[in-house]
């Protein structure tokens, strides 16, 4: 009975033994899958913040490098504080412009640095600004100086307007931005172009301006983006400049008849000055100090400046003269005339004599020898009879709403003053009438 008693109880053993073995075995199986699953946990977390790290590096890298390009900025933008600052009471601005009322018209140059005046003095909605780098563009468009046009395009656009800045205006980085074809245009723009002084070599020789190029980061000197032939031809001006290719009123013409009887009354009081001349790198032009005018049917038309072109850019009958004077003019509304005087190679023209005698020696700077006045009347024949027509500037942007009135009478100029004239060929082709009407007084 004991025996039967022990073995009950071994068995039972036994059993209880496997149970709890088997109990065992199962708790074990289940720790470590809950461990598999928390590690898994752990490095999924683990991860996380891992990649969390380097977010913020990078984030933090970033913040460095913005931090080290804001710094010459802030130091700018400091520096414009102060300026407004200095300028904030406003005596300077009217001061300025209480100097500049005396004269009947600014320069482009003055103009463009009273609506800077203006802009820091009283903000950039300030419409005095605004209509002063209108004036600017203006005058400055009129006169061929790229800086000013630049100027007053950047300050009409920070004054809020909304214009197409010509591409050589737009700063460095701004100009890389552009889309690809827009950069390579710039680029290939820069190339072709001569600046500083290899510019002035395109154009006294007469050869391809491609010789200029090369010295791309003198954007001091750079030069307008066109010329008189090649790649920056007449043909290529529509290209950044539409009127010139889209206008159906450019100029210059060849005369010839049939024309209409004008009426019209013009007449010239041309005024002595000190003499202001300038090689803008296309002409040479005369900047003519206020008070010349020329009335057409008694309405005043201020002289602004007059230059040159070779051989002259009207023709008469199909035939082109030596050389031509354009005297340009503006009246009180804005609109533009042009007096063209034809020169006839023949006797020594004492005039041009003054004129050649003190040419500039340096591109794109105003020269104003001492003691050197000149009357711009000089150059004009006795005679004031004209053919005249609707027309534009012969030159980029082609602005229409000239009106022209070309003199009928030539003047002379001696051969070697013809050969003395820096540039050998600088006379747009001339262009269709499209149904313009050439009048005749
Ligand atoms: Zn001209």
């Known amino acids: 009975m004991k025996r039967i008693l022990l073995e009950v109880f071994l068995v039972a053993a036994l059993i209880g033994a496997g149970v709890f073995g088997f109990m065992n075995q199962k708790q074990a199986s289940i720790s470590k899958t809950k461990i598999t699953e928390l590690t898994a946990a752990a490095e999924a977390a683990e991860k996380t913040v891992k990649e969390k790290e380097e977010s913020i590096k990078a984030a933090e890298e970033e913040m460095q490098a913005l931090q080290a390009e804001m710094a010459p900025l802030e130091g700018k933008a400091n520096q414009l504080e102060a300026v407004k600052a200095a300028l904030a009471n406003g005596s300077t601005l009217s001061d300025l412009e209480g100097a500049y009322k005396k004269e009947k018209t600014l320069s482009a140059e003055r103009q463009a640095g009273l609506g800077a005046l203006r802009?820091?003095?009283?903000?950039?909605?300030?419409?005095?600004?605004?209509?002063?780098?209108?004036?600017?563009?203006?005058?400055?468009?009129?006169?061929?100086?790229?800086?000013?046009?630049?100027?007053?395009?950047?300050?009409l656009v920070a004054a809020g307007e909304k214009i197409k800045v010509m591409s050589e205006c737009l700063p460095?980085?701004?100009?890389?931005?552009?889309?690809?074809?827009?950069?390579?245009?710039?680029?290939?723009?820069?190339?072709?172009?001569?600046?500083?002084?290899?510019?002035?070599?395109?154009?006294?020789?007469?050869?391809?301006?491609?010789?200029?190029?090369?010295?791309?980061?003198?954007?001091?000197?750079?030069?307008?983006?066109?010329?008189?032939?090649?790649?920056?031809?007449?043909?290529?001006?529509?290209?950044?400049?539409?009127?010139?290719?889209?206008?159906?009123?450019?100029s210059p013409l060849d005369i010839k008849g049939p024309f209409l009887k004008s009426r019209m009354v013009v007449s010239a009081d041309y005024k002595e000055g000190p003499l202001k001349i300038l090689n803008n790198g296309h002409t040479i032009q005369v900047v003519v100090s206020p008070g010349s005018k020329l009335r057409i049917d008694g309405i005043a038309h201020e002289l602004l400046q007059f230059h040159f072109h070779r051989p002259s850019e009207e023709k008469v009958d199909g035939k082109p003269m030596a050389m031509v004077v354009h005297f340009v003019h503006k009246n009180a509304e804005g609109k533009l005339a042009v007096l063209g005087v034809l020169l006839k190679e023949g006797n020594e023209n004492p005039g041009i004599k003054t004129l050649w005698t003190n040419l500039p020696k340096e591109e794109n700077v105003e020269y104003a020898p001492d003691g050197v006045n000149f009357n711009p009347g000089n150059l004009l024949p006795r005679e004031m009879d004209f053919y005249s027509y609707q027309g534009s500037l012969t030159t980029p942007p082609c602005t229409e709403g000239v009106r022209f009135f070309i003199l009928k009478t030539t003047v002379n100029i001696a051969k070697e003053q013809v050969q003395a004239f820096p540039f050998k060929m600088n006379a747009r082709p001339v262009q269709a009438l499209n149904g313009r009407e050439i009048l005749s007084n």
Not at 122 to 143: I, M, N, T
Not at 227 to 236: L, N, Q, V
């Open 119 to 155: 802009m820091l003095t009283k903000g950039a909605e300030d419409p005095g600004a605004l209509e002063a780098f209108r004036k600017a563009l203006q005058l400055s468009e009129l006169g061929d100086r790229k800086n000013t046009i630049c100027a007053a395009q950047l300050g």
């Open 172 to 250: 460095k980085s701004e100009k890389e931005g552009l889309g690809d074809k827009e950069d390579k245009d710039a680029s290939s723009k820069d190339d072709g172009h001569g600046k500083g002084k290899g510019k002035d070599d395109g154009h006294s020789k007469g050869k391809g301006k491609d010789d200029g190029h090369g010295d791309k980061k003198d954007e001091k000197h750079a030069a307008p983006h066109w010329g008189y032939e090649g790649e920056m031809g007449p043909e290529k001006w529509g290209k950044e400049f539409p009127t010139c290719a889209a206008g159906k009123s450019q």
